[in-house]
């Protein structure tokens, strides 16, 4: 049976403020290893996405729908394969960015990472998650 699609704005808006944490998170992450570990803004890209993308899978798994379902593995799965989608955009988007125009990395990474959060990762993570879904009984 396929998962409900997101039902409302609220879902919507718990989703964003996930994305916002995410966001923070994988800024913080990549600021620290520019920064503080001295690599080159390319080079800490990935790592800072990794960071992202483990907030995101739990934040809008438990808060944003709401979703308490212990099919971890399968719903693991199909955020990885979505996520191996809007990693290789986000990675694209930022190069592109970085390289080829004046706008500074920061600016960069939320600019395509927005671009890239509400035209691909959220309308495919409403087929992932239950909104409401309870713990399956074992």
Do not use: C
Not at 4 to 22: N, Y
Not at 63 to 82: I, T
Request: net charge positive.
């Amino acid at each position: 049976m396929e998962s409900p699609k997101p039902s409302s704005r609220w879902t919507l808006v718990r989703s964003a403020a996930v994305g916002i944490v995410a966001t923070l998170v994988d800024l913080g992450a990549l600021w620290a290893l520019v920064h503080g570990a001295g690599l080159h803004p390319a080079l800490a890209n990935v790592p800072a996405l990794a960071l992202g993308l483990a907030v995101q899978f739990t934040g809008n798994k438990l808060y944003a729908f709401r979703d308490r379902s212990r099919d971890l593995a399968r719903q693991g799965a199909r955020f990885a394969a979505v996520e191996a989608g809007a990693f290789a955009l986000n990675a694209l988007a930022y190069h592109l960015l970085v390289m080829f125009t004046p706008v500074p990395y920061p600016l960069a990474r939320l600019f395509g990472s927005s671009l890239v959060y509400f035209g691909f990762s959220f309308p495919l993570w409403g087929r992932i998650f239950r909104p409401g879904a309870l713990p399956e009984s074992t």
